[in-house]
Antibody, heavy 117, light 107 residues
Framework: QVQLKETGPGLVQPTQTLSITCTVS????????MQWVRQTPGKGLEWMGF???????EYNSEFKSRLSISRDTSKNQVFLKMNSLKTEDTGVYYC???????????WGQGASVTVSS | DIQMTQSPSFLSASVGDRVTINCKAS??????LNWYQQKLGEAPKLLIY???SLQTGIPSRFSGSGSGTDFTLTISSLQPEDVATYFC?????????FGAGTKLELK
């Protein structure tokens, strides 16, 4: 059974770094791209970036300077790190898997993040 | 960036009604459009991929059509469990972009 689950800190202070882990089961990270998306009150759903099945990454230029996506295939985990957080980064962060034959077919439930002092 | 304009933002319909939701892309995205259903606190659920392919396990009352810039999600006979927010995603080219969502309620 395919499962994706995001875990994060819940509350982060402004200027700090956000770290979220997406733990997957039922498929291999070496066979799928993994996408990151966020949903904020101000901008709705925004694509953040992805890590390819081979391990290379692409980022939305909106976040490029402060975003990093990586993975540990041995632990079936994908990581999102974003620095210099602002209050407008408050929202829900999702990971989703992506394949050329089954594009964006499974998502996690999301990790809710509040940026506040 | 490709802008996705989704309409309507809000829709109220009765059980058994035929419901249509639209997404319009600001430029050609071929057939690289997905439709999702999202209920509060749940993961988005893929309904339709590549404009008109029904995802495995999704009831046949859901269908998708369109290509290029204009796309439609149709629910042929609305059921109570279809109350949710629906959104589209273009995955033709990055930055991938989303429609703003349609909140569907029962009349």
């Amino acid at each position: 059974q395919v499962q994706l689950k995001e875990t994060g800190p819940g509350l982060v202070q402004p200027t700090q770094t956000l770290s979220i882990t997406c733990t997957v089961s039922g498929f291999s990270l070496t066979s799928y791209y993994m996408q990151w998306v966020r949903q904020t009150p101000g901008k709705g759903l925004e694509w953040m970036g992805f890590i390819r099945s081979g391990g290379s990454t692409e980022y939305n230029s909106e976040f490029k300077s402060r975003l990093s996506i990586s993975r540990d295939t041995s632990k079936n985990q994908v990581f999102l790190k974003m620095n210099s957080l602002k209050t407008e980064d408050t929202g829900v962060y999702y990971c989703a898997r992506d394949h050329i034959l089954w594009p964006w077919d499974a998502w996690g439930q999301g990790a809710s993040v509040t940026v506040s002092s | 960036d490709i802008q996705m304009t989704q309409s309507p933002s809000f829709l109220s319909a009765s059980v058994g009604d035929r419901v249509t939701i639209n997404c319009k892309a600001s430029q050609n995205i071929n057939r690289y459009l997905n439709w999702y259903q999202q209920k509060l606190g749940e993961a988005p659920k893929l309904l339709i991929y590549n404009a008109n392919s029904l995802q495995t396990g999704i009831p046949s009352r859901f269908s998708g059509s369109g290509s290029g810039t204009d796309f439609t999600l149709t629910i042929s006979s609305l059921q109570p469990e279809d109350v949710a927010t629906y959104f589209c995603l273009q995955h033709n080219s990055w930055p991938y972009t989303f429609g703003a969502g349609t909140k569907l309620e029962l009349k």
